[in-house]
């Protein structure tokens, strides 16, 4: 997911791996559970976090939006909370819903005003295997929805009326990336295609994870 502000971090972007891209079949999957909790999965969550760092706007990535099958996502949302969470589940955790503006750094340029549940709390293991649990408000708890749903092969745009999510599309297979299975996150390609959308009249200063 990615934020309405470009954000900045400390971070070195070395590890960064390649964003998958809408159309990309691996969005699509459901990714598998972690047993086996050995240097690959702390792997696996550096170069999450390097990723998502290289991009300003970026607050959550999940596994599959760097072609891996996982069930790994992490989250920054710039709250002074950043964690990694594997085999997570979400709970949410009463009736109260939030509206605001969603994006998703592998539909580039995008957003939509999504519902989601206001406060969930999410549980899981950390890269060690140690059991964690996280609650979120507002932008945390909807990053946490976004990324979980990632790892089911879900994206935002599946909540949204077929009629919308069909433009959504069409404006999709007409950008310039539509085809690209992934894009180098520091790229020149990828910095034009997140901006692509600027005089759209969808985006609505989307948070993008
Ligand atoms: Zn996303």
Not at 52 to 73: C, D, H, K, S
Not at 110 to 132: F, K, Y
Request: some cysteine; glycine content about 10%.
């Amino acid at each position: 997911m990615s934020a309405t502000e470009p954000t900045s971090s400390d971070h070195d972007h070395g590890g960064c791996a390649p964003v998958t891209l809408w159309g990309n079949p691996v969005l699509r999957k459901r990714c598998t559970p972690v047993t086996v909790f050995d240097g690959e999965v702390q792997r696996l969550v550096d170069q999450l976090f390097e990723t998502m760092y290289a991009i300003p706007t970026g607050v959550g990535l999940a596994a599959n939006q760097i072609g891996r099958t996982e069930r790994v996502f992490v989250f920054d949302c710039r709250d002074g909370l950043a964690a990694a969470v594997v085999n997570p589940t979400v709970t949410v955790l009463d009736a109260d819903l939030q509206e605001g503006g969603e994006g998703c750094l592998s539909l580039p340029g995008m957003g939509l005003i999504t519902t989601r549940a206001l406060r969930c709390r999410v549980t899981g293991q950390d890269a060690t295997g140690a059991e964690i649990a996280y609650e979120g408000e507002g932008l945390r708890a909807r990053c946490f929805q976004h990324e979980t749903d990632h790892l089911n092969g879900k994206l935002y745009i599946d909540l949204h009326p077929t009629k919308v999510r069909k433009r959504l599309e069409d404006e999709m297979r007409a950008a310039e990336w539509f085809g690209e299975p992934a894009l180098d996150p520091t790229s020149e390609s990828y910095r034009r295609a997140q901006g692509d959308d600027e005089d759209g009249d969808e985006d609505e200063g989307a948070d993008e994870v």
